[in-house]
């Protein structure tokens, strides 16, 4: 029985792995790791090579992380597992693993921001509105896509914990989420110098794709 569990926690980190920022920049020519701040997530994708690029990978990113968190809940749904969440949490988990410590990029990877969204919305959608609220009403009035990205990461625990309390949630689901949180901060952690130092940038989306 342990082999299902073995495989989504696999197959999970490497689909998270996949380094769909470093790749748009192979295709444009450009090394994003070089540029912007040197990130390979979304962010800095559509600072660096425009918004065509930035949303494209964006939306793989959320994808590599809503997909096979659905399919491992389908699985545990079918195969009567107890509680429901537990193998959607496990690949949500090893997906964020993946993102933040790929294999193929000596384990330097992403902030894993757009791949939690969709790891939020597959194992939590109502807690996800919340912290989607959150993110908005930080970036908007901060313009600062990391005070946003925390500000998200700190929502998300608060709302699971409500929904375990008011018994629409599971412990595990709560404890994934303190995860997320605590994972989402600490891969943070050089931006969170940077604001405190007075150094961090905001955003300004870079108008003109980048070309070869």
């Not at 040197?38 to 997909?67: C, E, M, P, Q, S």
């Not at 597959?122 to 930080?138: S, Y």
Request: glycine share 12%; proline share 4%.
């Amino acid at each position: 029985m342990l082999a299902p569990w073995f495989l989504i926690a696999i197959s999970s980190y490497l689909l998270g792995s996949i380094p769909f920022g470093f790749l748009a920049g192979k295709i444009c020519g450009i090394d994003i790791r070089t540029k912007g701040s040197g990130n390979i997530g979304a962010t800095n994708a559509l600072r660096v090579l425009g918004k065509t690029w930035g949303y494209a990978v964006f939306l793989f990113d959320f994808l590599k992380g809503l997909i096979p968190v659905m399919l491992a809940s389908q699985w545990g749904i079918y195969a009567g597992i107890s509680p429901s969440s537990a193998p959607g949490a496990l690949a949500g988990l090893f997906v964020l693993l993946g993102h933040s410590f790929p294999v193929w990029l000596g384990f330097k990877g992403g902030k894993g921001i757009a791949s939690s969204a969709g790891v939020m919305v597959a194992l939590f959608p109502a807690a996800f509105l919340l912290c989607l609220g959150v993110w908005l009403l930080l970036f908007t009035t901060t313009r600062y896509v990391s005070v946003a990205s925390i500000g998200g990461a700190v929502a998300l625990p608060v709302a699971v914990g409500i929904l375990f309390a008011t018994h629409r949630a599971d412990w595990l689901a709560f404890a994934v989420s303190l995860l997320m949180c605590a994972l989402a901060i600490w891969r943070h952690r050089s931006n969170i110098l940077r604001l405190r130092a007075g150094t961090e940038p905001r955003f300004e989306r870079k108008t003109q794709g980048t070309r070869k």
